[in-house]
């Protein structure tokens, strides 16, 4: 029987060593190893002395805390980082969060561990296998300068084939990264700072044995792909004779290089007033806008995820992603060239990075069905997808909120998906029944905003200004001064727009945290120069919620509007917040005279 020796790097975080009870076949590897911390591992930076297993932050490396350590978790209340009462908790040397458990240090990123490791004469010509059984998060190995492999898993051990290593000594080296791995969310348990668990290092505890490979070895198994038709999807099956036991993978073979195929007849267009005006006269157009032009569904932003919700959205205050896979019809001609489930499978992770944001049908027409659809929080249940289609006057609409124009070269998911695409738009099956007209339109793709934007304040607190209003980030706020002698209502900001535009309304997100600052009346004003003010456009009361909120009024041309916050829900609190503040441009124009 065959045996591959196994080098373990393992034991609890409170162990001293690991020697004790040892079998056969595995080297331990505990003790005194050298690390580089880096955001590019390379040989300049300095070297440390850590023991392993263990983590370099409880070993007094990394950064010290601080009011400027970026942590990875959401903090939902910041008024540590102002108030008065926390100040001689945020000096230096006397560092004290009370919003989660404190780490001595604090390190995100690139560090390599590195050790010389003897290989002994009785392993002459015989597989070893690297084991790592706590990795966070993501492992990059190399044996003598060169490169083995990587892993990444927050759950499982990585494991490494070193290949027959001759016997003496061997230069290891392990890459630990622990950055933020992406659609996992910042509060997510396994990562956050919020359960110190954006530590880096190697822990855990493995038991040691020698790995029965019966009469062949399964470090390799390769299965030539050609004349297997592409793309297609496969599934590979690995078993045990004569058992049920069995494990099974689902593969997707793609052409190795997809030839770019070119529009035919299909008009390809980023620009939603072109893609309107080619179907009014006819043509049959790919629509593929920028996330500005994508109309947001009323209430919270949707940030789109190949992952589903993080426990619960209202549990996590909206935490993306806020999705839950998509759903489509296989058997749809669309997808004759790109085979899938009705699910989100592994290959649409490549099209969901590519997809900022989705298509919102809200109060659309039942027959405009996409064909491809999002699942939405159930919370919000809102209509939404990522490719739709539609008849428009005398032309042909296909809107496709997957960037396919601007993937990588090498990015042969994408190529493979706009390969079908434009294939089933340039056949007769492409021939969408639902009628879509302008105004239905335009609630789905409004055209890009070309004017700039500033903001001020009659008044703002520390941390909070009012750029925050503006800067597409629903975490930050606008917040006005709450401690000492905090000025009272009425609160304003002024929003500077260049050149004169055409308003037709504001969206409004409040504060997303808490209700603390919620607005309750308001005001709405609009000038041409920024001085004279008359009526309001607009005035009323907000609702009593954390969603987004829409005011139209009648078009008029502004450069400044001014938003008056009369009055708040707690009347006992006189300050006021807001998120965000999105300014309505319509379509008409101005010439100099009217101006």
Known sequence: MKTRHVLNVASLLSALCLGQGLMAGTLDLA????????PAWNEAAPMHKLHLPGSLQAQGLGEEISVNTKWIGEVLDRSWYTAARYEKYRQPGNVKIPFWLQPDRHFVGAA????????PQDWAGKRVCLSLERVHISSKVWLDGKEIGTGNSLSTPHRFDLGKLAPGTHKLEIGIDNGMPAL???NSHCVSDQMQTDWNGIVGKLPPRDLPLGQSSLGKIEIPLAGLPTPSRLKFVIGIADTVIENHWDIWVYPASTPRPTAGAIVITRNPAEAWQKVADGAAVLLIPSVKSIVDPEGPKVALGFSTIFWNSAWAKNQPPNTLGILCDPKHPAFAGFPTDFHSNYQWWYLIQLASKPLCLDGQAPGLRPIVQVIDDWFTAHRLGLVVEAKCGKGKLLVCAIDVENAKPDDIVAAQFRASLLGYMNSAAFAPKQALDAAAFAKIIKPEDQVKY?????CEAPGYPAENVIDGDPKTCWHTPWEGNAPKFPHELVIGLHPLSVVTGCRFLPRQDMANGRIKEYALYASVDGKEWGQPVAQGEFKNNDERQTVDFQPVQASHLK???LSAYNPQLPFAALAEIEVIVGPM????KDR
């Open 563 to 565: 938003f008056v916050a």
């Open 589 to 592: 124009k101005f010439n100099a």
């Open 112 to 119: 390599i561990y590195r050790r010389m490791i003897g290989i």
């Open 454 to 458: 500033s903001v001020r304040a009659d």
């Open 184 to 186: 996992v969310g910042e």
């Open 31 to 38: 003790g005194d190893w050298q690390v580089q911390l880096q």
